[in-house]
């Protein structure tokens, strides 16, 4: 519909006069300021209000959400890309999936696992008959036996490196050693000292959760006690950082360099030279359940006993009284 048609007569003269008197007006071209935009360049009008009025009837609440649900489903939603996708930070560019850093311990470990395997394996083959006389002649067998040959090569050499290494392990074992209470211990485990050492964990344990809940800025920043060696060789280091080393008492058997019996004694050798006390109380997994952790635990590092000094001070005091009973029965 146009403005100048004769329709809007059949109101009153008057509304329509002065509806072109503001059209008229609104044509006359407003001061533009930076405030405004180009589709703010004129003026409206009542008539342009009214050609303008929505002619569809309100949506109601639940329309609108149903309208919200299907863009929603519409749009793509790549959130597995993203995370897989590496982020650009600044300008060097780093991949969010990292490899597993295997520290050199856990290498040793390992490697002494396979020659173990390594050594079970050639146990049970020679264990087993000779049944080479009824065999057929055949290419295949020929590859077989080559594949056998340098097989039963390597094998000699892993088990070579296992006697050399196993030979020193032998002379330090005492009668009261076994593999759930290992050669480097220097103290009993008594009932007392596994009830001490427990109940102080658990305190400590429950001390820390509560600080995180708190404030976790404040609480990473002072933490009460520290797992693993690596954590407990880099704290040690600090003077005065360690105030107790909880040491478990069926650690993994690995002798060689950088293994974990040379990593015991490095551990010790630094306590005493730093005066920190340690005991061999509990073992992997009793560690383990003290703290709420799956994984076996090996080695705890004490840092702050605030709220349980009654407890260390009796724990210290049952450890004086087991390193007694170890020499004891040592000196037999």
Same mark, same amino acid.
């Given at each position: 519909m146009s403005r100048n048609s004769d329709k809007l007569n059949i109101i009153d003269h008057r509304t329509f006069d002065d509806l072109h008197k503001d059209n008229d007006s609104a044509t006359t071209k407003m001061l533009r300021t930076h405030k405004y935009k180009n589709k703010h360049k004129y003026a409206d009008t009542l008539f342009d209000f009214i050609c303008r009025l929505p002619c569809r009837k309100p949506k109601k609440q639940g329309q609108i959400k149903k309208e919200q649900q299907l863009q929603r489903k519409k749009s793509p939603n790549f959130s597995l890309i993203r995370t897989i996708v590496p982020k650009r930070k600044g300008k060097c560019h780093r991949n969010l999936i990292t490899k597993e850093k295997v520290t050199r311990l856990k290498r040793s470990i390992r490697s002494y696992r396979n020659l173990k395997q390594a050594a079970a394996l050639k146990e049970t083959t020679t264990e087993q008959p000779e049944t080479d006389n009824h065999l057929i002649d055949s290419p295949h067998q020929e590859k077989d036996q080559s594949s056998m040959m340098e097989t039963s090569s390597s094998q000699l050499e892993l088990e070579t490196? %296992?006697?050399g290494l196993s030979i020193n392990e032998t002379n330090k074992c005492h009668s009261i050693h076994s593999r759930r209470f290992r050669s480097y211990c220097d103290n009993c485990t008594r009932a007392q000292l596994?009830?001490?050492?427990?109940?102080? %964990?658990?305190?400590?344990?429950?001390?820390?959760?509560?600080?995180?809940?708190?404030n976790e800025i404040k609480a990473r920043a002072h933490p009460r006690m520290a797992l693993g060696f690596r954590e407990a060789i880099s704290h040690l280091n600090i003077r005065n950082k360690v105030k107790l080393l909880i040491l478990a008492t069926d650690c993994e058997s690995n002798p060689g360099e950088d293994g974990l019996d040379e990593t015991i004694d490095k551990i010790k050798f630094s306590c005493q030279q730093h005066n920190v006390p340690y005991c061999f109380s509990l073992m992997r997994r009793e560690l383990a359940y003290a703290l709420k952790k799956r994984a076996q635990i090996s080695c705890v590092a004490i840092l702050d006993y605030d709220g349980a000094q009654d407890i260390y001070k009796d724990l210290l005091l049952e450890l004086d009284e087991a390193r007694k009973d170890y020499k004891r029965l040592t000196a037999l």
């Open positions: 490196r %296992l006697q596994k009830k001490l050492t427990t109940q102080l %964990l658990k305190d400590l344990d429950r001390f820390q959760k509560r600080a995180y809940a708190a």
